[in-house]
């Protein structure tokens, strides 16, 4: 592991089912426990795979045609079983336009093999939850 492949972000609590976290560029996103409105830590889970596999199809399809419309929709479901918590049965779905036009209908072509590509090979997130990658949790007593 290097310095360079090193991602963090820090979690602030900010108030009663609040939280803030912050990246390592300094960016800022605020989410709740879902009582005060906003994203939960699940919703936002999903924004990060969706995320991560748009990013990865909008970079191999934009270069043939700007989409008229792009969209991804990721749900699951929130389950218990015997060991605790999880999300269930996640997908992410795709609604994506181009022009009717030569470049449109090269985007078109490709835009499956990108999306294939992005879950099976580039998108860090859904890769990560695949691979079930362990998380340590450790507390740092600062008394």
Do not use: W, Y
């Not at 479901?77 to 779905?93: P, S, V, W």
């Amino acid at each position: 592991m290097t310095a360079e492949s090193l991602r963090s972000v820090t979690v602030e609590r900010t108030g009663p089912g609040l939280f803030t976290a912050t990246n390592s560029r300094g960016d800022t996103i605020t989410f709740t426990t879902g009582s005060h409105g906003g994203f939960t830590p699940v919703e936002l889970f999903l924004a990060a795979i969706g995320g991560c596999s748009a990013a990865d199809v909008d970079a191999a399809t934009t270069r043939h045609a700007e989409p008229t419309r792009f969209s991804v929709t990721v749900h699951g479901h929130k389950a218990k079983n015997a060991d605790g918590n999880l999300m269930t049965d996640l997908e992410a779905a795709f609604t994506v336009r181009f022009p009717q036009d030569e470049g449109g209908d090269r985007a078109r072509a490709i835009l499956p093999r990108a999306a294939k590509t992005s879950h099976d090979k580039l998108c860090t997130v859904s890769r990560t939850v695949e691979a079930g990658t362990p998380v340590t949790v450790k507390v740092i007593d600062e008394d």
